[in-house]
């Protein structure tokens, strides 16, 4: 994907201080894109723009404020004056087993996971229909499809799923594709995590765990993530739009 061109286009990431957002925000930026770095934690956001060059900058936000979010995509839009690309990255998990989730448990990773997803596909979207152009990728998990302890969080994944579809036949024919990637076991500071936790199935940890799962026999690194996310965006993926792409080296097949 080294020719892969996004020279002129500008582009919002959503979560992009760490992990998967940072790797999709870099590798946008390495081909071409004037990036805005999003996220709830505005200093580490800084650092992440500041690394991507350019004219990129960065915006300190909760994506789950609807008002916060109309606010920032104007000025985006005002300072840009465009905005070519939307990647719905950011999201939070609060896990569980379903007799013990709380309320709270599942409303925080609703709002997060899901309605901070509507709320910027609405007004970005509408922002590419005006224009007739767009690119929208909105990164799910293979979790949508149900997981032991995840109610919330495979209930929003599923979610981004069928709004990325829905989005994907109302946006078609003004020339704005919609699609959403469902990454697996990706190695970033929270599934690190894994590593302090004890395995009860005869692996060292949890991490080792999870990577026995993967048919490649390794974790993926967010650049794996970040590659697809770089085609979807692209000219080369304008044929492309209501689907949901797995990207886990064979996570759980």
Request: hydrophobic content about 45%; aromatic content about 6%; charged content about 20%.
């Amino acid at each position: 994907m080294d020719s892969i061109s996004l020279n002129g286009r500008v582009a919002v990431v959503t979560g992009a201080s760490q992990g998967i957002g940072k790797g999709i925000a870099l590798k946008l930026a390495q081909r071409g894109a004037t990036v805005v770095v999003v996220d709830i934690n505005g200093e580490a956001a800084k650092v992440v723009a500041e690394q991507c060059g350019g004219k990129s900058q960065s915006i300190a936000l909760n994506v789950a404020d609807r008002e916060a979010v109309d606010a920032a995509i104007e000025q985006v839009i005002a300072e840009l004056g465009k905005i070519d690309i939307l990647v719905n990255n950011a999201g939070i998990n609060r896990d569980g087993m379903l007799h013990k989730m709380t309320d709270d448990m599942w409303d925080v990773v609703l709002a997060v996971d899901l309605s901070a997803v509507f709320y910027l596909c609405r007004k970005v979207g509408a922002h590419m229909r005006e224009n007739q152009y767009g690119r929208i990728c909105n990164v799910a998990s293979e979790s949508w499809q149900g997981n032991v302890g995840q109610t919330n969080y495979a209930a929003a994944k599923g979610g981004v799923v069928s709004l990325t579809r829905s989005i994907s036949k109302e946006l078609g024919f003004k020339n704005v594709t919609a699609n959403a990637i469902a990454p697996g076991f990706i190695e970033t500071d929270m599934t690190c995590k894994l590593k302090e936790i004890p395995s009860r199935a005869g692996f060292e940890n949890l991490y080792e765990e999870q990577v026995a799962k993967v048919s490649l026999k390794r974790a993926g690194k967010p650049e794996d993530v970040a590659n697809l996310v770089a085609f979807l965006v692209s000219d080369d993926a304008s044929y492309l739009t209501g689907e949901t792409i797995r990207i886990g080296g064979g996570y759980k097949l």
